[in-house]
C-alpha cells in the first residue's frame, strides 16, 4: 500500500462526499436542468474510481465488491425497463408515464421521467466503475502456453 | 403335372414332336393349303398388291430370306469376341448365384 | 387439393412399409396386395382431373384420368402383379423395393397432367429401374447399370429443360397434344425418343435389360418403353415423322436380333420392333390408330414380359442364357417351353392369341390412311418377327441341338407368373371385343375376318417355312458366344478413344483419357488453391487495416454511382 | 401527447405484443445478472425465448394477410415518437430469429458448458439474451435511428459472444475484436447515413421518411445517406468484400453462438437492406437502381463464387461454413438487386430457409466439438459412423446448402432462378446455378470425410448427446418440411414483398 500520497489522500477523502452529493444532485434536478442519470452515472462513479485510484484497487474493492457492481448494473437496466412495465400493466403503453397519475398526465411524465433517469444513473455507475475495475485488474500479460 | 426331372416326360415328349421330321412335312403341308386358300375367299384389300395371289406367302418368305442373308453378312462384320467391352459389360460375366441371402 | 388417393402413393408406401416386414415369404405375399389395391384404385377412379397440388407456385396434376391413361395404368398394375409373383422367390429387398417404386412411378407418370410431374415420375422410373440391374451384383452390371442411368437420366433433364421452354413459350405445363416444331416441343420429342429406344437413341436398352437379374429384366420390359409410347401417344399423336422412325425401328432390330447369341438380348432387340409398331400407330394418329397403339402396348407388355419370364425361367435354373449354350431344354422344362411357345405365338400374331387382334389395328390404320410404304415395312417386320423372335428364342432354347442340360423345371410362382400371363395372351386373343370394350375410343373393328385369318396365317407359316429351310440349308446365322457391335459402340469405343487420345485398349485409353484429364484438372485446382486456399490472400486473417481499406473503396464507388445517376 | 381531454381506454396485452417482443428477453437480460445465478441463466433464457417464439406466432398471424400494426412507444406518436411497426416482413424475420432461438438455446446448454468457462455462464446468457432482443428490436422497429440502437445493442453483445469464444481458443479474443472494429466502423458509417437522411427530411421514422423522400425525390444528401447506409449494412452484413470479419467471427465463436448469428444476425441485416433499400427509398430511384445492379451484383455474384472457392479448399468445417455463409448472403443480395417482386420473395425465402439450414450445420459442428475436440477435417474424419445421426443431420444440410429438390434450399434457388428469368437475365441464372455446383464439391467434401475415411485411431468419439440431437434434427427437418410445404415460407414471404415493394397484398 502506497503510504506518501498524504495530501491526495487527505484531499480524496474529503472530495468523495461532495462528489456523491454533487452527483445525486445530478441526478434528480436532470429533468429541468442540465444533467440526468448519464452525466450523474459517471460523477458517481468517479467518487469511487478516485477512491481506488488512489487507495489501490483492493479497498476499494471492499467498500463496493464486483458482485455489487454487476448486480447495480443490471438493477438500473431493469428499474428502467420496469418503470415501463409498470405501465404497461396499467393498460398503457410501454414507458407511457401517464400512467402513475391517469388524472393528470403531466406528474405522471414527472415521476416516471425521475424514476427512469434513476436507473439509468445507476447502470451507469455501475458501467462505468465495471470498466474502471475491469481495466484496473488486468491479468499479466498472457502466458505463451495459452495462445 | 409330371415331377420327374430325370426322364424326358410324356408331356415333353409330346412337345419334342414339334421340331421332328413329321412336322416338317406338316408344315409343308399347312403352307401349302394356306396357298390354295388364297383363291377361294373375297379379299377386302388397303392396296392392290394385296390383290397378288399368294402376296403374304411369297413376301413373308422373301423378307425372311432377304433378313437372313443381310444377317448373315452384318454378321461377320459386326460380331466380336464376347469379352469385347470386358470389364464394362455383362456379355462375358457368369451370372451370379440367384440364390444370395437376404439383402 | 388431395381428394383421391393417387394409385403411385400405394406403391410408394408398400416400397417403405414392405423392407421392414419379417420373413421373406410374408413379404412376397404382402407385396403381391400393392398391385392389387393399385389396380383397385385405378379401376374405380373417376375420370377428370384430380389432386392438383400447388409446389413453389406451380400447379401440379397428380392425375388426369381418361381411358387411355387408364388402360396403360391397369395394364402396368397387371404386369406388376405379374412379376411380383414371377419375384416371389426373391429375397433381395433392394429389387422389391425397386420393383415397387419403379411401377409406382411409372404409373404416376401415366396419371400426370403436366410435365413437371411427369418430369419428376420420369427420373423416378430411371432411378428406381437402375437397381435392378445393379442388383446383378458383378462389375460388368454395376457400369452397365450407370450407362444406363446417364441415359434414362439424361431423357428426364432433356424433358424437364423441354419443360421449362415449353413454360417459357405458352405460359401452360399442361401435358397435352403437342405439334414439333418449336425447340421445346422438339426437346420434349426427344426426351421421349430416348426412352422410346428410337433408333441411334435405343443402344441404351439391349445394352441394359439383359444385364439385369433374371426378375429385372422381366420388370424392365414392361415399365420404361410403354411409358414412353403412352407419353408419345398423348404429346405426338399423328406426327407424321413418328411413321418413318417406327418403321426404322421396326426393321432393324430383326438383323440384330438374328445375329445375337445372349437370348435376353434378342428379346430386347424384338422389344425395339415391337415399340416400332406402336410409334407407326401414333405417327398415323386418329381414333383406330391409337386404339391399335394402346392394344398393342398392352399386349405387347404381355407377351414380351411372357418371353422374358420363360427365358429368365432357363437363365434362373442353368446360369446362362447364351443361345450357344442352350437347347433341348423342352425335356426337362417342358411347362417353360410351353409358355414360352404361347409367348412366341403372340408375338407372331397368330391367331386366337393377342397380337393378332391388337397388332392388326396399327396395320389396318395404315391402309385407311394409305400409308403404302409404311404398310409393306410393317408386314415384313411382323414376317421377320415370326423368325428372330417367335421361332428362334424357343428354339434355340427348348429345341435345337440337345446341349445336354437338364435342369430342373421352374420353381412353381414363376410357373404360375408365366401361366398368368399366358392366359392374359390367350385370352384377349379369343375375346378381343371384351378387350376393345377398354380401349381409349369406342370402335367397331371385327378381328376374325376370313381374309384377315388366312393371310396372317400365310405369313406365319411362310415366315416359318423360310426358317426351317435355312435351317436345312445351314444358312442360320451360327450361334457362338459373342458381342454384336450396335451403336453404343459409338460411345463405348470410338468415342472413349476418341477422348482418350490412346490407341491401346479400351482400358488403357480410359486410363490415359483420366490422366490428362487429371493433370489439366490439377492444373486448374491448383491455381485455384494457390488464390483461394486456406493460406491464400482470399481466405486469411486479414487485418483491420486491410478491411478498412474496402470500405472506403466501397463507399466510394457507391458515391461515385449514386451521384452518377 | 394530447394533455387535455384524456380519454384512455385500457390496452390489453394483446395490443402490446409489439413491445412485449422485445422486453421479454431484454428484462431477461438483466435480470439474469441480476440473479447472478449460473444455474438459473440457461432457464431464464430459455423461456424468455419460448414467450418470443409465441409472441412472433401471434404477430405473424396477425400481419400475414398484409394488415400492419403500429405500436406508439411511451404513447408518442410517429413520426415524433419511436415507432414499432409489424408487417409481414419484419414479423417474418421475427420469427425466424425466435424460433432459431428456442432451437439453439437447448443445444447450447451442453456445449456452452463445454465451451465457455463457467463462472461466466450468467454474463454469457445476458449477452445472448441482449443480442437476441436487439435482434428482433432491429427487424421490429420503424424508426431509422431506434434501428440503429438496437444494432447496437445487438452488435454489442454479439462481441462479448465471440469474445467468449476464448475459453477454448484465444484467437476468439482477436476475432472479437476486428468485429468490433469492422462493426463499428459499419455502425458509424449506418448512424452518419441516417443522420444525412434526417439533414435532408427532418424525420427518423421510416414511413415518414419514405414518404417525404418520394415526395421530394433524390438529391445530394440523400444519395450520400443512401451509400452510406448500404456500406454500413454491408458491412453487418458481410458483404463481399466486406466479410473480411465473419470467417474469424464465426470460427472462434463458441458454436452455439456461431448457429445462432449464422442463421439470425447477418439475416436480419438483409432484413435492414431490404426496408431501406425498398421501403425508405422504393425502388424507383434512379441512383438506387443504378447501384444495385453495378456494384451490388456484380459483388454478388463474386461472392458466390469467390467464398464457395475458398470454402471448397478449406480444411476446417466450421469455417468452411462460415464462407460458404458469404456467398449464400450473395444470392440474398442478388435476389434484392433484381429490384422484382419474385427477387425478394427470393431473399426473403433464402433468409429464412439459410438460417434454419445454417442452424443445423453449426449445430452439428458444436455436436462434433463436444465430441471430437475440433472440426478440422482430419479430426472428424469417420465420425458418420461413430456419430450417425449428426452426420446425417449434416448431409440433410448440406443438401440444403447446395439446394437439392426436396429440402428448403431448393425453394429459394428456385425462386431466385425464376426471378433471374423474369428479368431476363439468362446469364445470372446460369451462374446461380454453377455457383450451386461449387456448394455440392465443399459439401461432398464433408461427406466424403465424414463417410468415407477412415476414423482417427485415438478418436472416442461417440453419438451427441439427446440435447443437441433434438435441436440439431428439428433443425434438419425443419429443411426438409420447408423443402416439400412450400405455401408457408413462400406465402410469407411474397406478403412481405408484396408489401415492401407496396404492392397490394396477395
Known amino acids: 500500500m502506497i503510504r506518501h500520497h498524504l495530501i491526495l489522500r487527505v484531499i480524496t477523502k474529503m472530495l468523495i462526499g461532495p462528489i456523491m452529493l454533487f452527483a445525486l444532485y445530478v441526478q434528480f434536478h436532470g429533468d429541468?436542468?442540465?444533467?440526468?442519470?448519464?452525466?450523474?452515472?459517471?460523477?458517481?462513479?468517479?467518487?469511487?474510481?478516485?477512491?481506488?485510484?488512489?487507495?489501490?484497487?483492493?479497498?476499494?474493492?471492499?467498500?463496493?465488491?464486483?458482485?455489487?457492481v454487476h448486480k447495480l448494473l443490471a438493477l438500473g437496466v431493469l428499474i428502467y425497463a420496469g418503470t415501463g412495465v409498470v405501465s404497461l400493466f396499467l393498460g398503457y403503453g410501454y414507458l407511457d408515464y401517464g400512467a402513475f397519475t391517469p388524472d393528470h398526465p403531466e406528474h405522471g411524465q414527472h415521476w416516471g421521467i425521475l424514476v427512469v433517469e434513476l436507473g439509468v444513473g445507476v447502470t451507469v455507475t455501475g458501467v462505468m466503475v465495471a470498466i474502471y475495475y475491469a481495466f484496473a485488474a488486468r491479468t499479466p500479460a498472457i502466458s505463451d502456453e495459452d495462445w | 403335372m409330371d415331377q420327374n426331372h430325370d426322364d424326358t416326360s410324356a408331356f415333353a415328349r409330346v412337345l419334342l414332336l414339334i421340331g421332328s421330321p413329321r412336322a416338317f412335312a406338316v408344315l409343308v403341308v399347312l403352307c401349302a393349303g394356306l396357298f390354295v386358300a388364297d383363291f377361294l375367299y373375297h379379299k377386302h384389300p388397303y392396296f392392290e398388291v394385296e390383290e397378288v395371289?399368294?402376296?403374304?406367302?411369297?413376301?413373308?418368305?422373301?423378307?425372311?430370306?432377304?433378313?437372313?442373308?443381310?444377317?448373315?453378312?452384318?454378321?461377320?462384320?459386326?460380331?466380336?469376341?464376347?469379352?469385347?467391352?470386358?470389364?464394362?459389360?455383362?456379355?462375358?460375366?457368369?451370372?451370379?448365384?440367384?440364390?444370395?441371402?437376404?439383402? | 387439393m388431395v381428394e383421391l388417393v393417387p394409385p403411385f402413393l400405394v406403391y410408394f408406401l408398400g416400397a417403405a412399409l414392405l423392407p421392414l416386414v419379417p420373413g421373406a415369404a410374408l413379404r412376397s405375399a404382402l407385396s403381391l396386395l400393392v398391385p392389387v389395391i393399385g389396380g383397385w384404385l385405378i379401376w374405380t377412379m373417376?375420370?377428370?382431373?384430380?389432386?392438383?397440388?400447388?409446389?413453389?407456385?406451380?400447379?401440379?396434376?397428380?392425375?388426369?384420368?381418361?381411358?387411355?391413361?387408364?388402360?396403360?395404368?391397369?395394364?402396368?398394375?397387371?404386369?406388376?402383379?405379374?412379376?411380383?409373383?414371377?419375384?416371389?422367390?426373391?429375397?433381395?429387398?433392394?429389387?422389391?423395393?425397386?420393383?415397387?417404386?419403379?411401377?409406382?412411378?411409372?404409373?404416376?407418370?401415366?396419371?400426370?397432367?403436366?410435365?413437371?410431374?411427369?418430369?419428376?415420375?420420369?427420373?423416378?422410373?430411371?432411378?428406381?429401374?437402375?437397381?435392378?440391374?445393379?442388383?446383378?451384383?458383378?462389375e460388368g452390371a454395376y457400369h452397365t447399370g450407370l450407362r444406363y442411368l446417364v441415359i434414362q437420366v439424361a431423357s428426364g433433364v432433356i424433358l424437364l429443360s423441354g419443360a421449362a421452354l415449353f413454360w417459357r413459350e405458352t405460359g401452360s405445363l399442361a401435358f397435352d397434344q403437342m405439334t414439333l416444331g418449336s425447340?421445346?416441343?422438339?426437346?420434349?420429342?426427344?426426351?421421349?425418343?430416348?426412352?422410346?429406344?428410337?433408333?441411334?437413341?435405343?443402344?441404351?436398352?439391349?445394352?441394359?435389360?439383359?444385364?439385369?437379374?433374371?426378375?429385372?429384366?422381366?420388370?424392365?420390359?414392361?415399365?420404361?418403353?410403354?411409358?414412353?409410347?403412352y407419353a408419345l401417344a398423348r404429346g405426338f399423336a399423328?406426327?407424321?415423322?413418328?411413321?418413318?422412325?417406327?418403321?426404322?425401328?421396326?426393321?432393324?432390330?430383326?438383323?440384330?436380333?438374328?445375329?445375337?447369341?445372349?437370348?435376353?438380348?434378342?428379346?430386347?432387340?424384338?422389344?425395339?420392333?415391337?415399340?416400332?409398331?406402336?410409334?407407326?400407330?401414333?405417327?398415323?394418329?386418329?381414333?383406330?390408330?391409337?386404339?391399335?397403339?394402346?392394344?398393342?402396348?398392352?399386349?405387347?407388355?404381355?407377351?414380351?414380359?411372357?418371353?422374358?419370364?420363360?427365358?429368365?425361367?432357363?437363365?434362373?435354373?442353368?446360369?446362362?442364357?447364351?443361345?450357344?449354350?442352350?437347347?433341348?431344354?423342352?425335356?426337362?422344362?417342358?411347362?417353360?417351353?410351353?409358355?414360352?411357345?404361347?409367348?412366341?405365338?403372340?408375338?407372331?400374331?397368330?391367331?386366337?392369341?393377342?397380337?393378332?387382334?391388337?397388332?392388326?389395328?396399327?396395320?389396318?390404320?395404315?391402309?385407311?390412311?394409305?400409308?403404302?410404304?409404311?404398310?409393306?415395312?410393317?408386314?415384313?417386320?411382323?414376317?421377320?418377327?415370326?423368325?428372330?423372335?417367335?421361332?428362334?428364342?424357343?428354339?434355340?432354347?427348348?429345341?435345337?441341338?440337345?446341349?445336354?442340360?437338364?435342369?430342373?423345371?421352374?420353381?412353381?410362382?414363376?410357373?404360375?407368373?408365366?401361366?398368368?400371363?399366358?392366359?392374359?395372351?390367350?385370352?384377349?386373343?379369343?375375346?378381343?371385343?371384351?378387350?376393345?370394350?377398354?380401349?381409349?375410343?369406342?370402335?367397331?373393328?371385327?378381328?376374325?375376318?376370313v381374309a384377315h385369318v388366312i393371310t396372317q396365317l400365310q405369313l406365319v407359316a411362310f415366315a416359318v417355312l423360310a426358317f426351317v429351310l435355312a435351317r436345312r440349308f445351314g444358312y442360320?446365322?451360327?450361334?457362338?458366344?459373342?458381342?454384336?457391335?450396335?451403336?453404343?459402340?459409338?460411345?463405348?469405343?470410338?468415342?472413349?478413344?476418341?477422348?482418350?487420345?490412346?490407341?491401346?485398349?479400351?482400358?488403357?485409353?480410359?486410363?490415359?483419357?483420366?490422366?490428362?484429364?487429371?493433370?489439366?484438372?490439377?492444373?486448374?485446382?491448383?491455381?485455384?488453391?494457390?488464390?483461394?486456399?486456406?493460406?491464400?490472400?482470399?481466405?486469411?486473417?486479414?487485418?483491420?487495416?486491410?478491411?478498412?481499406?474496402?470500405?472506403a473503396i466501397l463507399l466510394a464507388v457507391m458515391l461515385f454511382v449514386t451521384f452518377l445517376a | 401527447?394530447?394533455?387535455?381531454?384524456?380519454?384512455?381506454?385500457?390496452?390489453?396485452?394483446?395490443?402490446?405484443?409489439?413491445?412485449?417482443?422485445?422486453?421479454?428477453?431484454?428484462?431477461a437480460a438483466p435480470l439474469t445478472v441480476f440473479i447472478g445465478s449460473r444455474a438459473l441463466a440457461w432457464p431464464i433464457s430459455f423461456a424468455s425465448s419460448v414467450v418470443s417464439l409465441v409472441i412472433a406466432w401471434l404477430l405473424l398471424m396477425q400481419v400475414i394477410d398484409g394488415d400492419v400494426i403500429s405500436y406508439h412507444i411511451g404513447g408518442w406518436a410517429p413520426p415524433l415518437g419511436i415507432e414499432y411497426r409489424v408487417d409481414a416482413a419484419n414479423a417474418f424475420v421475427v420469427f425466424l430469429v425466435a424460433a432459431i432461438s428456442v432451437v439453439v438455446l437447448p443445444f447450447a446448454k451442453v456445449s456452452v458448458a463445454y465451451e465457455v468457462p463457467l463462472r461466466d455462464h450468467a454474463l454469457f446468457y445476458s449477452a445472448y439474451l441482449l443480442c437476441f432482443s436487439g435482434l428482433m428490436g432491429v427487424a421490429i422497429t420503424g424508426d431509422a435511428f431506434n434501428v440503429f440502437v438496437f444494432l447496437e445493442i445487438s452488435s454489442l453483445s454479439t462481441y462479448v459472444l465471440i469474445a467468449a469464444g476464448a475459453g477454448k481458443d484465444k484467437r476468439a479474443l482477436t476475432a472479437a475484436y476486428d468485429y468490433l472494429i469492422m462493426g463499428t466502423i459499419g455502425a458509424t458509417f449506418f448512424v452518419i447515413g441516417i443522420g444525412f437522411l434526417y439533414m435532408g427530411t427532418g424525420t427518423l421514422n421510416m414511413a415518414d421518411l419514405a414518404q417525404r423522400i418520394a415526395a421530394q425525390g433524390g438529391n445530394r444528401t440523400i444519395e450520400a445517406g443512401f451509400a452510406f447506409i448500404l456500406v454500413g449494412i454491408g458491412l453487418k452484413l458481410a458483404f463481399y468484400p466486406l466479410h473480411l470479419w465473419l470467417p474469424n467471427a464465426y470460427t472462434y465463436a463458441p458454436s452455439a453462438v456461431s448457429a445462432f448469428l449464422a442463421a439470425t444476425a447477418t439475416k436480419v441485416a438483409v432484413y435492414v437492406l431490404l426496408r431501406f433499400c425498398f421501403t425508405?427509398?422504393?425502388?424507383?430511384?434512379?441512383?438506387?437502381?443504378?447501384?444495385?445492379?453495378?456494384?451490388?451484383?456484380?459483388?454478388?455474384?463474386?461472392?458466390?463464387?469467390?467464398?464457395?472457392?475458398?470454402?471448397?479448399?478449406?480444411?476446417?468445417?466450421?469455417?468452411?461454413?462460415?464462407?460458404?455463409?458469404?456467398?449464400?448472403?450473395?444470392?440474398?443480395?442478388?435476389?434484392?438487386?433484381?429490384l422484382t417482386e419474385t427477387g425478394v420473395t427470393a431473399a426473403i425465402v433464402h433468409l429464412f430457409n439459410h438460417g434454419i439450414t445454417k442452424a443445423a450445420l453449426f449445430m452439428a459442428v458444436g455436436a462434433y466439438v463436444l465430441r471430437a475436440g475440433d472440426t478440422f477435417y482430419n479430426d472428424i474424419a469417420g465420425l458418420g459412423r461413430k456419430m450417425p445421426w449428426t452426420s446425417a443431420a449434416v448431409v440433410i444440410g448440406g443438401l440444403s446448402l447446395i439446394g437439392v429438390p426436396g429440402t428448403a434450399g431448393f425453394i429459394s434457388k428456385w425462386v431466385l432462378v425464376q426471378a433471374a428469368f423474369e428479368k431476363g437475365w439468362w446469364p445470372v441464372a446460369l451462374l446461380i446455378v454453377a455457383s450451386s455446383l461449387l456448394a455440392v464439391i465443399y459439401v461432398w467434401r464433408v461427406v466424403e470425410v465424414l463417410y468415407l475415411q477412415p476414423a482417427r485411431e485415438d478418436s472416442t468419439a461417440t453419438e451427441a448427446p439427446l440435447t443437441m440431437l433434438v435441436p440439431i434434427w428439428v433443425a434438419a427437418l425443419a429443411c426438409i418440411w420447408f423443402g416439400i410445404d412450400t405455401d408457408t415460407t413462400l406465402g410469407a414471404a411474397r406478403t412481405a414483398a408484396a408489401g415492401l415493394l407496396n404492392l397490394p397484398g396477395q
Open chain 3, 183 to 229: 425447340p421445346a416441343t422438339w426437346l420434349i420429342f426427344i426426351a421421349f425418343g430416348i426412352k422410346c429406344a428410337f433408333p441411334l437413341l435405343h443402344s441404351w436398352l439391349p445394352d441394359a435389360y439383359p444385364s439385369a437379374t433374371v426378375t429385372g429384366s422381366v420388370v424392365l420390359s414392361i415399365f420404361t418403353t410403354k411409358l414412353a409410347v
Open chain 3, 238 to 449: 399423328g406426327t407424321e415423322l413418328l411413321i418413318w422412325i417406327g418403321v426404322v425401328m421396326a426393321l432393324f432390330p430383326v438383323i440384330w436380333g438374328l445375329i445375337e447369341n445372349d437370348l435376353r438380348r434378342v428379346l430386347a432387340y424384338s422389344l425395339i420392333g415391337q415399340l416400332g409398331f406402336l410409334v407407326v400407330g401414333i405417327g398415323i394418329g386418329g381414333e383406330l390408330a391409337i386404339n391399335g397403339v394402346a392394344a398393342h402396348a398392352v399386349s405387347s407388355i404381355l407377351y414380351k414380359s411372357l418371353l422374358f419370364m420363360a427365358v429368365g425361367a432357363v437363365l434362373f435354373r442353368t446360369g446362362t442364357a447364351r443361345a450357344s449354350d442352350l437347347g433341348g431344354l423342352v425335356r426337362s422344362m417342358p411347362l417353360t417351353a410351353l409358355f414360352c411357345l404361347v409367348g412366341s405365338a403372340t408375338i407372331a400374331a397368330v391367331p386366337l392369341f393377342a397380337s393378332f387382334a391388337t397388332k392388326s389395328m396399327i396395320l389396318s390404320a395404315a391402309g385407311y390412311k394409305g400409308y403404302e410404304g409404311a404398310w409393306l415395312a410393317l408386314v415384313a417386320a411382323a414376317g421377320a418377327t415370326v423368325v428372330y423372335t417367335g421361332v428362334k428364342v424357343p428354339y434355340c432354347a427348348f429345341f435345337g441341338a440337345d446341349s445336354g442340360r437338364r435342369p430342373a423345371e421352374a420353381p412353381w410362382n414363376m410357373l404360375l407368373a408365366m401361366g398368368l400371363g399366358s392366359a392374359a395372351c390367350i385370352g384377349i386373343g379369343v375375346f378381343p371385343g371384351a378387350f376393345f370394350a377398354l380401349l381409349p375410343y369406342p370402335m367397331e373393328y371385327d378381328v376374325y375376318t
Open chain 3, 46 to 138: 373417376p375420370t377428370g382431373t384430380h389432386d392438383v397440388v400447388t409446389l413453389m407456385g406451380v400447379d401440379l396434376t397428380l392425375i388426369r384420368n381418361d381411358r387411355l391413361a387408364a388402360i396403360f395404368a391397369l395394364v402396368f398394375s397387371f404386369a406388376a402383379f405379374v412379376s411380383l409373383v414371377y419375384a416371389w422367390h426373391v429375397r433381395d429387398r433392394v429389387q422389391l423395393v425397386a420393383t415397387l417404386l419403379y411401377s409406382g412411378s411409372a404409373i404416376g407418370a401415366v396419371f400426370a397432367g403436366d410435365l413437371i410431374t411427369l418430369f419428376l415420375f420420369w427420373e423416378g422410373t430411371a432411378i428406381a429401374s437402375v437397381f435392378l440391374i445393379w442388383a446383378r451384383g458383378t
Open chain 1, 32 to 68: 429541468y436542468s442540465p444533467g440526468g442519470g448519464f452525466q450523474a452515472g459517471v460523477i458517481m462513479a468517479v467518487a469511487f474510481i478516485i477512491y481506488g485510484v488512489v487507495f489501490g484497487l483492493a479497498t476499494v474493492q471492499q467498500v463496493f465488491p464486483p458482485w455489487l
Open chain 4, 1 to 27: 401527447m394530447a394533455t387535455e381531454s384524456v380519454v384512455h381506454t385500457a390496452m390489453t396485452l394483446h395490443d402490446h405484443l409489439p413491445v412485449l417482443q422485445i422486453l421479454v428477453p431484454f428484462i
Open chain 2, 53 to 103: 395371289p399368294g402376296f403374304y406367302a411369297i413376301y413373308g418368305l422373301a423378307v425372311v430370306a432377304v433378313f437372313l442373308v443381310a444377317a448373315r453378312l452384318l454378321g461377320g462384320v459386326l460380331k466380336r469376341p464376347e469379352d469385347y467391352y470386358a470389364p464394362n459389360d455383362v456379355a462375358s460375366e457368369p451370372y451370379p448365384d440367384e440364390s444370395r441371402a437376404d439383402g
Open chain 4, 280 to 338: 425508405v427509398f422504393g425502388p424507383a430511384f434512379g441512383f438506387e437502381v443504378l447501384t444495385l445492379q453495378y456494384v451490388v451484383l456484380p459483388l454478388a455474384v463474386v461472392a458466390m463464387f469467390a467464398s464457395s472457392f475458398v470454402a471448397v479448399f478449406q480444411s476446417d468445417f466450421k469455417r468452411m461454413l462460415a464462407y460458404s455463409s458469404i456467398a449464400q448472403i450473395g444470392y440474398m443480395l442478388l435476389g434484392i438487386a433484381f
Open chain 3, 476 to 551: 442360320l446365322p451360327t450361334e457362338t458366344r459373342s458381342v454384336v457391335l450396335d451403336s453404343d459402340w459409338l460411345y463405348r469405343r470410338v468415342l472413349a478413344r476418341v477422348i482418350g487420345g490412346l490407341a491401346q485398349g479400351m482400358s488403357i485409353a480410359w486410363a490415359g483419357g483420366v490422366r490428362f484429364q487429371e493433370a489439366w484438372l490439377n492444373r486448374v485446382i491448383l491455381r485455384l488453391y494457390r488464390s483461394h486456399g486456406p493460406a491464400s490472400r482470399m481466405a486469411q486473417s486479414w487485418p483491420t487495416g486491410a478491411m478498412v481499406q474496402w470500405v
